[in-house]
């Protein structure tokens, strides 16, 4: 049974590390998804400039990843959606309405200019062998641009969440900028579908973020919705907009929907309901507010899941960059090393008849000892040594190309050559500054195709219970100890559905509930209304040996229908009031050698203290009777 334990043990382990590895949670180097970074490899491999059939597309990426067609193809329509490294022909559906895309056979896709020029590059990827062992697939791709950020990234693995929101990304390349100079940034999300947004406690991407609709008034019977929170559809927004009239929390109407390309939903309000009063209704009892909690969760460089914070991931992101830039540098300059090596070399053997010396040969090696020997006297500037294969090329050369052979054009490709050197060496001094203009050049030739669309405001969360009519009446039963708002008794105040009612009962306990149908009180209620957290009350008890205090408290947090207790255990309530001013009269049963029979204590006189505290003592004496006089 042990063996059966560890065994559980350790093949959930392992499923829930490829899960979170392999399914859910992207990389921080790369931004992507194992799935993404497979349909992307496979879009290049296959890149020939037209589009393609994403079926096809949905095939090539299966050779890599072992999950079925289904997933591949959600995921590809998913980021062709992100409008950010595939361009799409045909019907992707439609992000504001929830609409699903046509079947994979029907639409076509291909890199766009952007994706091709950050995010491949053979000779800086690591490659290893697809599940199959017949194909190599990237660990990550070297992308030049903080994608995690840019595109943002939704998962659920086993134990663990990730919800990183999209940001812009000309300030994400401004803020790369900032970084390398030295200077500080702040990054807030973008939004696909536009709308209003609070960042004020967005905590650099762990705290939370309030989005709006964005809502016009073209007249006062009328409400045109124009951008919907991110996260939400059209869809959506209408439901909890006609769920919010049938609850009567709003009038409304009518409401259409004449979404398109771009959102449109009017709202149609009754000839005596004007559109001012509505629109803070909206935002507190539809979708047209909405909180969103983003979690950054990734896969940090060390391959493990690791929270992070927006500032962390554009810094490594940032420092990934230049070490890229630098590496492709540093193998550009290899290649031309080897260019110049190979044209230097075909100029001494053309131009001093090298060749000459095989004539009279029959072997190969005794061509290629003859070619040696030939070229020994005149490689002293040479940047290496001369190999077989250098040999070996020379050879192969046609004796057309030997005939036709221009040394000044020769000498010209071997300035550029040298010049382009030059011009490496000086960026592999300055990284710095190689990478701003990397990055400067990106904004300038993709800068106009992301403008800021998310508008930056400051605005709180609407209160459901401050925009809420208070149209029901919260009423006290004497006879039967019953409170509520569908109770026959005395009124004690008018109320909303969403109003918080406070009532105090007179053993010393207390409830806080959510305007009450009928709710049990005792006839002896102290207290009952609307919650006041700068409310002070004063209450006086006596405990099991007759000692009497006072308890000056207000009550702050609490759990909805969760019983407290005021006094301790055993303790019996003498006097409650909310009147600060008032005063306490105790009266003492008459006993040998107690002249004082009767004291008058002040309320002001003593601290207000934390609901859970104990009293003040006020007297040790046995108490007869206790009275509240009320300030005159």
């Given at each position: 049974m042990a063996y059966l334990h560890d065994l559980f043990d350790s093949y959930w382990l392992e499923y829930a590390s490829y899960y979170i590895k392999e399914r859910a949670i992207p990389h921080i180097d790369d931004g992507l998804k194992p799935v993404q970074r497979r349909i992307l490899h496979a879009l290049q491999r296959i890149d020939d400039g037209r589009f393609h059939k994403v079926a096809n597309v949905v095939g090539q990426t299966m050779q890599f990843h072992p999950h079925g067609d289904q997933s591949i193809y959600g995921a590809l329509v998913n980021l062709a959606n992100k409008d950010l490294f595939i361009e799409r022909q045909g019907n992707f559906g439609n992000i504001h309405t929830g609409d699903v895309a046509a079947a994979a056979r029907y639409i076509e896709c291909r890199l766009t200019p952007l994706a091709r020029e950050v995010l491949f590059n053979k000779e800086t990827t690591r490659f290893i062998d697809s599940y199959d062992g017949r194909n190599q697939e990237p660990v990550v791709l070297p992308a030049k641009i903080p994608v995690l950020l840019a595109q943002g990234?939704?998962?659920?693995?086993?134990?663990?969440?990730?919800?990183?929101?999209?940001?812009?990304?000309?300030?994400?390349?401004?803020?790369?900028?900032?970084?390398?100079?030295?200077?500080?940034?702040?990054?807030?999300?973008?939004?696909?579908?536009?709308?209003?947004?609070?960042?004020?406690?967005?905590?650099?991407?762990?705290?939370k973020v309030l989005v709006r609709a964005r809502l016009e008034v073209p007249d006062p019977t009328h409400i045109v919705i124009r951008e919907i929170p991110f996260g939400t559809t059209t869809e959506q927004l209408i439901v909890s907009v006609e769920a919010a009239a049938?609850?009567?929390?709003?009038?409304?109407?009518?409401?259409?929907?004449?979404?398109?390309?771009?959102?449109?939903?009017?709202?149609?309000?009754?000839?005596?309901?004007?559109?001012?009063?509505?629109?803070?209704?909206?935002?507190?009892?539809?979708?047209?507010?909405?909180?969103?909690?983003?979690?950054?969760?990734?896969?940090?460089?060390?391959?493990v899941p690791e929270v992070v914070s927006v500032s962390s991931i554009v810094k490594s992101n940032t420092d990934r960059l230049s070490d890229l830039l630098q590496a492709e540098l540093e193998i550009e300059r290899g290649h031309h090393y080897d260019r110049l090596h190979a044209r230097t070399l075909e100029q001494i053997f053309i131009e001093n008849r090298v060749y000459k010396v095989i004539e009279n040969k029959r072997k190969a090696d005794d061509i290629v000892r003859a070619v040696h020997k030939g070229l020994a006297p005149l490689v002293a500037d040479l940047i290496r040594d001369v190999t077989d294969d250098d040999v070996d090329t020379l050879l192969?050369?046609?004796?057309?190309?030997?005939s036709l052979y221009d040394i000044n054009r020769a000498k010209k490709e071997m300035r550029e050559i040298q010049q382009r050197l030059a011009a490496i060496e000086k960026s592999l001094g300055d990284m710095t500054k190689e990478t701003i203009r990397f990055i400067k050049g990106l904004i300038a030739n993709y800068g106009d195709n992301f403008t800021r669309r998310t508008e930056i405001e400051s605005f709180n969360r609407t209160d459901k219970r401050e925009v809420a009519k208070r149209?029901?009446?919260?009423?006290?039963?004497?006879?039967?100890?019953?409170?509520?708002?569908?109770?026959?008794?005395?009124?004690?105040?008018?109320?909303?559905?969403?109003?918080?009612?406070?009532?105090?009962?007179?053993?010393?306990?207390?409830?806080?509930?959510?305007?009450?149908?009928?709710?049990?009180?005792?006839r002896d209620m102290l207290h009952c209304g609307l919650v006041d957290t700068e409310q002070v009350f004063n209450l006086v008890y006596t405990d099991p040996f007759q000692y009497t205090f006072i308890k000056r408290f207000v009550i702050g947090a609490y759990i909805l229908n969760r019983p407290y207790q005021l006094v301790p255990e055993h303790c019996h309530v003498e006097g409650f009031t909310t009147d600060g001013h008032a005063q306490i009269h105790l009266s003492y049963l008459p006993k040998p050698r107690l002249r004082i029979l009767e004291e008058v204590f002040l309320i002001a006189d003593y601290p207000i203290r934390n609901v859970k505290a104990s009293g003040i003592r006020l007297s040790t004496k046995e108490l007869a009777n206790c009275t509240v006089e009320f300030a005159k």
């Open positions: 990234a939704e998962g659920i693995a086993v134990g663990m969440a990730t919800k990183i929101l999209p940001h812009n990304l000309v300030e994400l390349w401004q803020a790369q900028i900032n970084y390398l100079r030295g200077k500080p940034f702040a990054l807030y999300p973008d939004f696909p579908t536009a709308g209003l947004a609070d960042f004020s406690s967005y905590g650099d991407g762990n705290g049938r609850e009567k929390k709003i009038v409304i109407k009518k409401i259409t929907d004449y979404t398109s390309d771009q959102v449109k939903i009017e709202i149609t309000l009754p000839n005596d309901v004007l559109a001012g009063g509505v629109i803070d209704t909206l935002y507190a009892f539809t979708d047209c507010e909405v909180s969103i909690a983003p979690n950054l969760v990734v896969i940090n460089s060390e391959n192969k050369i046609p004796i057309r190309r030997i149209d029901l009446q919260l009423r006290f039963d004497k006879k039967t100890g019953y409170v509520g708002h569908k109770v026959n008794g005395a009124v004690l105040d008018d109320i909303s559905p969403f109003d918080r009612v406070l009532v105090v009962r007179s053993d010393g306990s207390y409830t806080v509930s959510e305007a009450p149908d009928k709710l049990y009180a005792g």
